[in-house]
Every structure is written in structure tokens, then in C-alpha cells.
């Protein structure tokens, strides 16, 4: 997901500060120094705002001047899948889970046009991991993720083996709300201070954009200005505050005391499971600079993540994972990373709320092909 401008930044910084020492590598790629890069091109692209295809796939990696330096070892076993899981059913045909995997990050699984594509992008989804919407979608979705919380949600093990993915933040709300609602306990609610940031806005900033209206408010990558949370309740950090400790951007806890300041949790991901830990609260601003002033929100850098977008789940492994997609996904990639969560096609559940009788059983599966290209292996190896 990272931006070739990163790489081409942390090059030019190589190459200077080598040349230093020794002018004569001034003009070797990271200034002579042997990179490793990790990476799956079947994963979302890095996130280019407002823009199309052609730009997204132009801010890889592959697109870069230093990728014709680079030697490309292919990865061709999946580790995350267990051994000896069951097939899955597409149209009557039996297909290794694994296959089906990796066909849906290539492009190469059958596709049906339903819409008048350019180019066709509808798969089946296989007999044994489609769920039926019913009358309440949602209530459908929980019910299949979530279905034993009452009794099971003081035990670690089961809060984070499973997850419930969805494309955009508006539909995690609505899932976090109702999963959060059927959690026992009392429901505290910490609310943000936000205001302007007085060193890059102008007197007439603070007219315009009142409390109110900055409390409205939401940012992506941002916590909301009201934060719901419950003990027992899982919760995921937005931003890295001591990663010697386990707490990174994407980290999970389970949230074991609420204070009025403070929040204390324990570390249910990475090499510190089990570590209680304390989150304060921290002054953050949007990484999206549309917005004409300078907002900072002093808030708990955290979300509830009994769901997360598909994009935020990248790096994740769980056992039991439910894909709900009111709307078809929307980018490169997505589907993979979502089917591909999981350990075993037992676990996973996707659920479609179809507008259109002809496209049950169906979902979108978008793979922008051309990200592919220069991409010919050197050797063969195993993915981790």
C-alpha cells in the first residue's frame, strides 16, 4: 500500500548520505545498500485520494524507476491456510480453497457482466461461504459472526478470532453500534475536544467553523468525536504510540477498565498478547488536507473493531470472518484481501444485500490487471 514516492524519498536519502563517504554511490540505487521489499500485488494499491486507475496503479512500487533494480522473488505458498481444508462449490465444481483464493487476486476467476462493464468483474461466490441476506441484513451478519457474544464475550480467544469486514466506514459504524448494543455492561462514552489549530488558521477560522460543526466532523484514519465503548468490548489503535511495546497502528485489544481519562486494555494481537497496557487521550490531526482549516481532535487514538474495513484488516489473521457488502466493493484488490483473512473456507461467511434478483449469489471482484505487469520471477520461494 506504500506510495513509490516513499521509496524514491527514502532512496534519494541513501544516496546521499552514502555519497558522502563514497562519492562513486552517489548514483547506485539506495545508495548501495541491499533493500528488502515485501509485498502482494494482489492487495489493495495505495490509496491515491480523488483520483482513478491509472494514477492508483501508477503510485506503485512496480512503477517506479527503481523497480528495474530490483530482482522479484515469487511467494507461491500460502502459509496463512490450513493444510487439508475442504473445497469449495462453484456451479456444480469442486475447487481447491487456496486456488479459488488466489484466482480472485489474479483476475483469472470466471466473471460475469451484469452491468455493462467495460470489462466483466461479477463472480459466484462459492455454495458453502454464501450467507442469505433474510429481512435484516445486518441482524443476519451479526447473528452469523457474533451469534454467542452473550456468554462468550469475556473469553480472548473467541473476540479475536473473529471479525466482521465491510468496504466503507459508514457500514463498520452500523456494525460496531449493534454488536456493541448486544455486549452486557454498562456503555461509556468519551467525546473529543476539537478545535483549530491556532498556528495555521486565521482569527476568522474559529468564526467560521464552530464547535459544533468541528464536532460533526469525520476524518478517515481519525476517531469520531463521540467514542462508544464497553469493558470486554475489542478496540484497534489508530496510530503507533510505543511499538517496543506492542502498540502499533492496527494493533487489537480488549478494553478490561474505563476511566475518565484513561483506558485500560489488554494486547489480544503480536508478540505482547495478554500485556495490560494504558491508552491516554493525544491531539490528532486528519491526514486529509481538503478540509480549508486545520482540525485537532484531542481524543483516544482507538476505534471498536468488532468490524474494520477491508483495507484496515490488511495484516490481520482470523479465523472466522464475514464479508458484508451492502454495496459491491468499490477497488483493486479488496475481495482478495478480505477471502484471504481467513485459515480455513469453514470460517468465512459473505453476505450481499442484493438490489437485483440476477445478481444473488453474486459479487463484484475488481483486479486492475495491468499491476501485474514486469513482474517475472527470479526464484521461488515460500509466503509467510
Not at 506503485?60 to 515469487?74: E, H, M, P, R, Y
Not at 486529509?288 to 483516544?300: E, L
Amino acid at each position: 500500500m506504500t506510495h513509490r514516492h516513499v521509496f524514491e524519498a527514502v532512496d534519494r536519502t541513501f544516496r546521499d548520505i552514502r555519497s558522502k563517504v563514497n562519492p562513486d554511490v552517489s548514483s547506485a540505487c539506495f545508495g548501495g545498500i541491499t533493500m528488502l521489499l515485501g509485498g502482494d500485488f494482489r492487495q489493495v494499491m495505495p490509496v491515491v485520494p480523488k483520483k482513478g486507475r491509472e494514477d492508483i496503479v501508477g503510485a506503485s512500487i512496480s512503477k517506479s524507476f527503481l523497480w528495474d533494480d530490483c530482482t522479484v522473488f515469487n511467494l507461491v505458498e500460502n502459509m496463512r491456510i490450513e493444510r487439508d481444508v475442504p473445497p469449495v462449490t462453484i456451479d456444480g465444481r469442486k475447487v481447491p480453497f487456496r486456488n479459488w483464493v488466489l484466482a480472485l487476486g489474479d483476475g483469472t476467476e470466471q466473471t460475469t457482466n451484469f452491468d455493462d462493464d467495460m470489462e466483466p468483474s461479477w463472480i459466484k461466490i462459492p455454495a458453502e461461504v454464501y450467507l442469505k441476506a433474510g429481512d435484516d441484513p445486518l441482524q443476519t451478519m451479526v447473528n452469523e459472526i457474533y451469534g454467542h457474544l452473550g456468554e462468550q464475550h469475556v473469553h480472548m480467544e473467541y473476540i479475536r478470532d473473529r471479525a466482521i469486514l465491510t468496504p466503507l466506514n459508514e457500514y463498520v459504524e452500523a456494525v460496531n453500534n449493534e454488536v456493541l448494543h448486544r455486549l452486557p455492561g454498562e456503555l461509556k462514552i468519551y467525546r473529543s475536544y476539537d478545535s483549530i489549530c491556532k498556528a495555521a488558521s486565521t482569527p476568522v477560522d474559529e468564526v467560521l467553523y464552530p464547535l459544533e460543526y468541528l464536532n460533526s466532523l469525520k476524518f478517515s484514519g481519525l476517531p469520531n468525536h463521540e467514542l462508544q465503548v464497553k469493558v470486554g468490548s475489542p478496540i484497534m489503535l489508530l496510530r503507533n504510540l510505543n511499538p517496543k511495546k506492542g502498540l502499533c497502528n492496527g494493533t487489537r485489544l480488549i478494553v478490561t477498565r474505563c476511566y475518565n481519562f484513561l483506558l485500560e486494555a489488554r494486547i489480544m494481537t503480536g508478540n505482547k498478547i495478554d500485556d495490560i497496557t494504558y491508552i491516554p487521550r493525544i491531539n490528532m490531526c486528519p491526514a486529509d488536507k481538503t478540509f480549508p482549516a486545520m482540525v485537532k481532535r484531542k481524543q483516544f487514538p482507538i476505534a471498536v473493531c468488532y468490524a474494520m474495513t477491508v483495507n484496515k484488516s490488511q495484516g490481520q489473521t482470523v479465523k472466522n470472518v464475514g464479508l458484508y457488502l451492502p454495496k459491491p466493493v468499490f477497488s483493486h484488490g479488496q475481495i482478495y484481501v478480505a477471502v484471504s483473512r481467513v485459515t480455513s473456507p469453514r470460517g468465512l461467511k459473505i453476505l450481499c444485500v442484493d438490489e437485483d434478483v440476477k445478481q444473488a449469489g453474486y459479487t463484484k471482484n475488481i483486479v486492475y490487471h495491468e499491476i501485474f505487469d514486469n513482474l517475472m520471477p527470479a526464484q521461488t520461494g515460500v509466503q509467510t
